[in-house]
């Protein structure tokens, strides 16, 4: 199973930004798929996650609005918008698979397959 992030970059503050995932060896409509995050010195936190139908997502309470998660089951990717960047969105973002069941998206336990990141830069 590999899971490719892809997308980062330096951006302004206020500018947006998208990230993709692409994942292989799986099959891909099976999987909730997620994006953490990890800011320098902090610890990963859970950003969004959705269902493998993409009917349900579900998001970090303080990125609501901001962030957008969805997926595109025929070319097996899963996305992130992320509009009105901040500094503090500066961090490593991960792609993650799982098939656990109920809403509970932020334990990184619940995740099975980890993608190797890709650094989202804000520039203020």
């Known amino acids: 199973v590999q899971l490719q992030a892809s997308g980062g970059g330096l951006v302004q503050a206020g500018g947006s930004l998208r990230l993709s995932c692409a994942a292989s060896?799986?099959?891909?409509?099976?999987?909730?798929m997620g994006w953490y995050r990890q800011a320098p010195g902090k610890e990963r936190e859970w950003v969004a996650g959705?269902?493998?139908?993409?009917?349900?997502?579900d998001y970090a309470d303080s990125l609501k609005g901001r962030f957008i998660i969805s997926r595109d089951n025929a070319k097996n990717t899963v996305y992130l918008q992320m509009n009105s960047l901040k500094p503090e969105d500066t961090a490593v973002y991960y792609c993650?698979?799982?098939?656990?069941?109920?809403?509970?998206?932020?334990?990184?336990?619940?995740?099975?397959?980890w993608g190797q990141g890709t650094l989202v830069t804000v520039s203020s």
């Open positions: 993650t698979a799982g098939t656990f069941y109920g809403n509970n998206y932020e334990p990184r336990s619940n995740w099975r397959y």
């Open positions: 060896g799986v099959t891909f409509a099976s999987y909730r």
């Open positions: 959705i269902t493998g139908t993409g009917a349900y997502t």
